[in-house]
Structure formats: C-alpha cells, structure tokens
C-alpha cells in the first residue's frame, strides 16, 4: 500500500461546528504532516508529527487541533472556525528518518474543506 | 522567506524543453520538487541534497547551486503529461521534516 488516503474529500461546517479531518497511511512512514493550501497557492505547513509527537507547529490558531493517536494515523479536529479558514487540507506522510529532512513526502488526495 | 520560482507561468509544446528556476533567500540543506495537477494532490519529483546527492525522475532532471542557494528543474522532450503547477520545496536545515514551497510555475503543454 503506498498512498495516502484522507477523509471526507469534502467537507462544509458553520462557525460554530466541531468536526475531524482523518488522514491514514500504511507505508510505515514515521512523520505525518498537515497542510493548507489555498487556491492557486502553495501549501503551508501547520503541523509535524514525528515519531507520533508534535514536532512542529507553525503557530496554527488553536481552533485547529491536531492528533496522532498511532502511526498510521492523523486527525485534525476543527472548532469554531471562521470563514477565512476554507481551503485545501493535505496530509502528507514521509519516512521520517530520525534527524534528516530529505525524505520525500506522499500526499493524500486533501479535503476540501468550506467554512459557512 | 518563501522560495520564489520562475518563470510563474510557461506554456509550451510537445517535445519542447522547459527550465524552471527557484530561488531562496536563506541557506539551503536540501530541494524538494512536486508537480501538482489541477484538483489533485502535489507529486512527489525529485530531491537534490547540499552536498549533490540527487534523485531522478525519468526525463527530468535537476540541479542545485548551494552557493547561490538556487535550483534549477529541467523538463526535457515535454509531454501532455506535464502539465501542471511545479512547485520547489526548501528545507534549510536537516534537523526537521521541514519543508517550505515556492511559489509555483505554472506548465501548460500543447500538442
């Protein structure tokens, strides 16, 4: 298995909505990421799990919570978000080699996510 | 901060060469490049290491100037297949999965 799956492929929620991203990958990659990319943009990195821990946050506003409960998988649960906040959302997941940053990353398909 | 690319758009004609170019303003550990397809995700291309440690990809190739803290990707004999955003990804130190995009280069191959 050597891709990266993602659910919902869509995804519409009011501001006053709780609701999860599912990312999930089964290539025995140890880092997994959240991005957001805005049309006709690049993407933006939000979080790093490495090893299952929070490597990095790009200082996301905390409506945006991440979660990696194992190594396969990584949720991003949203609360209260506003209308700015639709976009694409990629997971992506790389070997991770421990101290190295070359590893390519796979990308999921993304959810398109639309803040009403 | 973020890579600048160009050109940002190009089109070109089956069996012609392209050459996109990407730029930092910080010192570079290594260069990702991804090709995104319209309402697709990005795909993985290549990766050039400091030090010149590089991973091909059929027809493309590419180069990076550590000194000049550049990349070039080198699309040779285009295909249909190619079109799409390119987008270069910079990693400024080898300590974390960290990686920044440029810009984006727009490619539009016509027969």
């Known amino acids: 298995d050597t891709e990266v799956t993602q659910t919902p492929k869509h995804l519409v929620m009011g501001m006053t909505n709780k609701k999860s991203l599912k990312c999930e990958q089964h290539m025995g990659h140890r880092a997994m990421y959240w991005y957001k990319q805005k049309a006709k943009k690049p993407p933006e990195l939000m979080f790093v799990?490495?090893?299952?821990?929070?490597?990095i946050n790009e200082s996301v506003p905390s409506r945006f919570s991440p979660e990696c409960p194992n190594s396969s998988l990584l949720n991003l649960h949203l609360h209260a978000l506003q209308p700015e906040d639709s976009a694409l959302y990629l997971c992506?997941?790389?070997?991770?080699?421990?101290?190295?940053?070359?590893?390519?990353?796979?990308f999921g398909p993304g959810t398109r996510l639309t803040v009403l | 901060q973020q890579p600048v690319q160009s050109p940002q758009a190009v089109i070109l004609r089956e069996g012609e060469d392209a050459v996109i170019n990407c730029s930092s303003s910080k010192a570079l550990y290594s260069v990702h490049w991804y090709r995104q397809k319209h309402g697709e995700a990005p795909v993985f291309l290549m990766i050039l290491l400091k030090g010149g440690e590089q991973k091909g990809h059929d027809k493309i190739s590419a180069s990076f100037n550590e000194k000049k803290q550049q990349s070039s990707l080198y699309l040779t004999a285009s295909q249909l297949s190619y079109s799409g955003t390119y987008f270069c990804g910079t990693a400024n130190s080898g300590g974390y999965q960290k990686v920044t995009f440029g810009t984006g280069t727009k490619l539009q191959v016509i027969p």
């Open positions: 799990y490495s090893y299952e821990k929070l490597s």
């Open positions: 992506a997941s790389s070997p991770g080699a421990s101290g190295v940053s070359y590893n390519e990353q796979f």
